[in-house]
Structure formats: structure tokens, C-alpha cells
């Protein structure tokens, strides 16, 4: 083991141009940063992969975040349900904009709910700390971490998510759906409709919508069952703006070459960065490859987890645990929902220790990747990643404005106000959050949201969310049509029989969608 973490701490790899060729012709070791906390990473990877690891050991639990405010502890301990049916754990992680965040929060802010605030401890200026501590202060429910540095590119994200999941786990009861978001989401419904929505969902599902085929299935039947989601333009323009970026069958591209970036965070003696190696691509096809937790493509060279679901794995080099999983893609989860069941097994189960200890050393969107792919492989979570009632917050990288110009091209955009009929059938499609915002970049745009939906009592906002419309995505396609045309016939007797009008026949069953006091709604 020592003499192949040698071998790789000779590469030099470009830290964001990840589909060059890593140099090997000189010797790098002497300018490695935090030698040794590289070298432990490798031995990691290393003994995973040889399956030395024990992740029922207490070593592989995954630590709780620690710099937390001691009496969050004791306020978070409500019991009782509340009046809404539904108790959220909200999680924010920010860093500026103290103007934007507070306009934010106070359109989630409800005595029913947890809100945890962490600042990033190396990213935030005094002032700014100041004034978040400030508003949590107003309020017995409201308290701030300041635990782990972020390394924009590296996976201090997700470390940092699931160490929040851990926290709540560990010293906070009472709560239903871990709900995350960072300082430049923005919400598309009121509180009152996102309580509404996790209420009515039955049982409790992680809203984190896999980017793959089966959901594209879930889109393409929720038009043809309930036509209004093909015919109100404003509900059409949000679809097409989800599929127009990842595909009209989405899931074509899971972006499967990343399983193979490896590039720790690097934080000692008050460091901020990361070092990219490439032990984990499958270039030789070798067992020393380290990319361990998915089967992998078996042409050499390839350096990639295989994507498609050919259970048999004759098409793949297994995973160092003989296990098959299918690797994933979906929007950036640190905005996201998560079931208190969903975050036991992330945090608790064998299968989750493995997916963290794995992507806690993936370079370059291991938030997109790591929950999802654990919520798809996991048979209680499977179908509903798969369908758009799982979609909680759009982000666009072809849209609005982009102004990143160095480092990693993955930023997603700041939207703006040739957006806002997208926007509008979001929200109508219960859509609960947007990315970016920022005071500076797009403020008539959140005047706009405020004015329009937030504050409009009469909003439609969540009206069509298409958890509230039955939709089979079970049956097979062929067998699917021609149930599907078998009813239709059948719906087109009952109202030729009727003795109404077709107006009031049609208006039998209808709810009215501003009507926010019953959460048991018939689908």
C-alpha cells in the first residue's frame, strides 16, 4: 500500500480541467500540500477497495456537526405535532448577503419549525456573523453553526449536509423532512403550501428528483392523465425549461466519468483548497483503481462507474464489495428535502456509511450525485426520485446570467426577469425553491416573486403540484396505452350518460386551490 501511495503521489493533476491527461514525468511529492492527510485519504481508498474497511465499526459513523449552539440542543425537542401536520428542519448554509437572507427567512419563519443557520467560518466576514446571530436571537427557535470551511469544487458540501442530517439525527426530535438550502435560494410558494405539499405526501419521500428515464416516463403520463400540464403555457414552459437542459429523456448524459475524480479537501494549517489525483480512474483496468463503490465500465481507459442497470454484471468490473448500484445524476441536492427515514438510512445504514465515505473524496459535484444515487439504489425511495413530484428547486446553467470566467465552468446561473414565466408555472406546479438570488443581481425579479406570489393571497402557487394527481408509472408501455385508451372510452360514456352539463360534470369533483385548511386531499 505504501509503495502504491507513492506511485500516486507522483501525478500531477490540473486541479479543474479534469479531462487532461495527469503528468507523471517528474516527481510532484515535494510539493503536495497537508502530505499526510493525503497520504491517509489514499490509504483509505486503498483499503476500501481491497475491502480491508469495516463499516459497522465505530471509526466509519459519521460524525455529527460539533460547532453548534449548546441550547439548539433543548429547543429542539418539540413533540406535539403541529396544526400544518408537518414539522420541518430547516438548514441553511451561507456566507453573504445578510439583506437577501433575512428577506428569505422571513417567508419561511413559522414557530412550528427548526431552523439551523452555519456560516461558513472561513468565507464570512464579522459583520455578516454578527447580524445573522442578531436575528437568531429574535427567536426561540432559531440558532447558528459554524462548523465546516468550504472548498468550493471539493465535497465540503456534502460533508457538511450530511453531518447537518447526522446533528439532527443525533440531538433534535420531533421533526418529519430535513429541508437544506443555501443564500442564494429563493421559495416559489408560501410557507403554508410547502407545509401543505410535505403534509399530503403519503408515506414521507426525500424530494430529490433523479435525473433518469423513468422520470421522464412520470412527465410524459402526467400530460396525457391530466391534460391542463400540457396545455397551461406557464406549466409548459417550466417542463420544457427541466427537459430542454438534461434531455428530453433525462438521463442520457448521467455524467458517470466524475465517479473517477478524486480530490480531497486540503484544510490544514488553515488551508482552502484541494488536490485532484487520479487513482480513481479505471485507466489500466487494475484492482488499484480505486473507484471502489460502483461497478465499473470494463474497457480500460474509460475511468468511470457504469451507468446502465445490467444487473447481471457481465457488461462490468464489480464493485469491491460485489454489490451493484447504478450510478446517478440530479440538480445540486443541498437544496433539497429529506424524510426522517430517508436521513436514518443515509447517516445509519451500512449501504450509507459506504456512499459517504466514498463521495467525502469526490472532486466536482458530489452533491449531485452521492443522495441521489443512494435514494435510487435504495428500493424504498426508487420510484418517487423517479418522478417530477420529487422536483424541489430549479437551477439552469443556459439560462439568466453567468459570470463565472475562471476555475470550474459549473456555476449555475443568476436568474432574471426573461425567466419569470417559468417561474410562474414552477410555483404553479408547486415548485418550492429557485436558484440563484442575490440582492445586486436580481431584485426586481424577487420583487416580482414576492408581489406576485408570496404575498398574493389568491397565489395558484402549488395548485398543480403533481404529487396531488395520481399518475401509473408501473405498468409497461404497451399494457399502459391500452389501459389508458380503455378508460378514456369509458370516461367519455359516463358523460354522454350523464344528465348535466358537461361544465358541471367536469366541476363535480373540483377543490378550490386557495382553499389551505384541508391536507388530506383525494388524488
Known amino acids: ?292 463503490l460502483f461497478p465499473r465500465d470494463k474497457l480500460p481507459g474509460r475511468g468511470r462507474a457504469y451507468a446502465e442497470e445490467d444487473y447481471s454484471g457481465a457488461s462490468t468490473t464489480p464493485s469491491s464489495d460485489g454489490v451493484f448500484r447504478v450510478w446517478k445524476k440530479s440538480d445540486p441536492a443541498t437544496t433539497g428535502a429529506y424524510d426522517k427515514l430517508s436521513v436514518e438510512y443515509i447517516i445509519k445504514s451500512i449501504e450509507g456509511k459506504k456512499y459517504y465515505h466514498f463521495f467525502k473524496h469526490m472532486l466536482l459535484g458530489s452533491e449531485e450525485h452521492y443522495y441521489v444515487s443512494l435514494l435510487y439504489n435504495y428500493p424504498r425511495t426508487k420510484s418517487f426520485v423517479q418522478t417530477l413530484s420529487s422536483q424541489i428547486v430549479w437551477n439552469t446553467w443556459e439560462k439568466g446570467h453567468w459570470e463565472q470566467s475562471s476555475g470550474f465552468q459549473t456555476h449555475t446561473h443568476f436568474l432574471s426577469m426573461a425567466e419569470w414565466q417559468i417561474i410562474k408555472g414552477f410555483s404553479k406546479r408547486g415548485m418550492m425553491f429557485a436558484r440563484k438570488f442575490s440582492t445586486s443581481k436580481n431584485q426586481d425579479l424577487i420583487d416580482k416573486i414576492d408581489n406576485y406570489i408570496l404575498l398574493n393571497s389568491s397565489t395558484d402557487a402549488g395548485i398543480y403540484w403533481p404529487g396531488f394527481y395520481y399518475v401509473d408509472i408501473t405498468t409497461p408501455g404497451k399494457q399502459w396505452k391500452t389501459i389508458y385508451r380503455k378508460n378514456i372510452t369509458m370516461k367519455n360514456r359516463r358523460i354522454w350518460e350523464y344528465k348535466g352539463s358537461l361544465e358541471d360534470y367536469l366541476n363535480l369533483n373540483k377543490r378550490d386551490p386557495t382553499d389551505d385548511s384541508n391536507t388530506n386531499q383525494s388524488k
Not at 68 to 90: C, H, M, W, Y
Not at 203 to 212: D, K, L, Q, R, S
Not at 262 to 273: D, L, M
Request: proline share 7%; net charge negative; with cysteine.
Open 1 to 292: 500500500m505504501q509503495n502504491w501511495i507513492k506511485q500516486e503521489s507522483r501525478a500531477r493533476c490540473h486541479p479543474n480541467r479534469l479531462w487532461v491527461p495527469c503528468d507523471r514525468n517528474r516527481d510532484y511529492m515535494p510539493f503536495l500540500p497537508c502530505v499526510q492527510d493525503l497520504f491517509n485519504y489514499l490509504a483509505e481508498d486503498y483499503a476500501s477497495t481491497k475491502g480491508w474497511c469495516d463499516f459497522n465499526h465505530l471509526a466509519a459513523s459519521i460524525e455529527p456537526l460539533k460547532k453548534v449552539d449548546e441550547n439548539a440542543t433543548k429547543s429542539f425537542q418539540l413533540i406535539d405535532k403541529p396544526d400544518v401536520g408537518v414539522r420541518l428542519a430547516f438548514f441553511f448554509t451561507i456566507y453573504r448577503d445578510f439583506t437577501f437572507f433575512e428577506r428569505m427567512f422571513g417567508h419561511l419563519y413559522s414557530r412550528n419549525h427548526y431552523y439551523l443557520i452555519h456560516i461558513d467560518p472561513s468565507g464570512s466576514t464579522l459583520e455578516f456573523e454578527n447580524d445573522i446571530r442578531s436575528l437568531a436571537n429574535r427567536y426561540f427557535n432559531v440558532y447558528v453553526a459554524e462548523d465546516v470551511r468550504i472548498v468550493y469544487g471539493a465535497s465540503t458540501a456534502s460533508i457538511l449536509l450530511t453531518r447537518a442530517m447526522a446533528w439532527f439525527l443525533e440531538y433534535a426530535t420531533g421533526w418529519d423532512y430535513f429541508v437544506p438550502l443555501t443564500g442564494s435560494d429563493y421559495p416559489l410558494l408560501p410557507l403554508r403550501r410547502i407545509e401543505k405539499i410535505f403534509a399530503f405526501q403519503n408515506p414521507p419521500m426525500p424530494f430529490v428528483m433523479a435525473w433518469t428515464p423513468g422520470t421522464s416516463t412520470h412527465i410524459f403520463r402526467l400530460g396525457i392523465t391530466h391534460p391542463f400540464f400540457t396545455e397551461d403555457a406557464d406549466i409548459v414552459k417550466s417542463i420544457d425549461a427541466v427537459t430542454d437542459e438534461r434531455g428530453k429523456v433525462l438521463g442520457a448524459v448521467p455524467m458517470e466519468y466524475r465517479s473517477s475524480n478524486f480530490g480531497p479537501p486540503v484544510t490544514c494549517n488553515n488551508k482552502q483548497s484541494f488536490y485532484h489525483f487520479d487513482n480513481r480512474a479505471n485507466k489500466s483496468g487494475s484492482p488499484m483503481d480505486t473507484q471502489w
